[in-house]
């Protein structure tokens, strides 16, 4: 039997070491969780940055210096990335059958809806317009967010061939410092409540 470089691959895990397992930001669902909730939702921020980072580095012509694709922008204004991050995702991991069945769209339009509104929502408890409400729903929109995130890295991870984001698994220094921050905001959130 003769090797085909050209053929298809068949495999359905990516090897450990492999490009693609680099193409996007791999991180657990149990990490992406706590620090999501830990920094009151600025990890989201993080989050959409290192999924463009990735993706730029990982592409053929990054090497080159051909990519222009910046990840800052695209986290800050991410309402306006979601369908192409998801878009991308879903080409990459087109392979695997979860993936390929993903709602992509559907879930990128539902995560710019639940961003828009909790952005609105920030706003008015930033001027106190409808205070307390407005400041508790604000904290709630946290929860949908994550499962909206973390249904998108479930599709990341199966296409990076690490369905479980076993390789981000634990927590470096530089999270305990952002958990730890995190911390103090929640306390500030707290003590704001209380007063």
């Known amino acids: ?27 657990s669902r149990r990490k992406a969780a706590i620090l999501f909730l830990g920094t009151v939702g600025y990890y989201g921020f993080y989050w959409f940055y290192k999924q463009w980072d990735c993706y730029r580095d990982g592409q053929p012509y990054a090497s080159k210096g051909g990519s222009s694709i910046w990840p800052v922008p695209r986290a800050l204004f991410s309402v306006f990335f979601f369908h192409a991050l998801f878009r991308a995702v879903r080409e990459h991991g087109r392979e695997h059958a979860a993936v390929a069945a993903w709602r992509h769209n559907l879930h990128a339009s539902v995560m710019v809806v639940l961003t828009l509104v909790s952005s609105a929502l920030d706003r008015a408890a930033n001027k106190s317009i409808g205070s307390p409400t407005t400041d508790v729903l604000s904290l709630l929109m946290l929860v949908p967010l994550l499962f909206g995130m973390l249904r998108a890295q479930d ?3 199966l296409a990076c061939g690490d369905p479980r984001g076993d390789s981000n698994d634990r927590f470096t220094a530089a999270n305990h410092v952002w958990l730890a921050i995190g911390g103090l905001l929640w306390g500030l959130i707290l003590v704001g409540f209380r007063g």
């Open 1 to 27: 039997m003769t090797h085909n470089p050209y053929a298809a691959t068949t495999a359905v895990d990516t090897p450990a070491g492999d490009p693609a397992a680099t193409m996007f930001y791999v991180v």
């Open 155 to 157: 599709a990341i991870n």
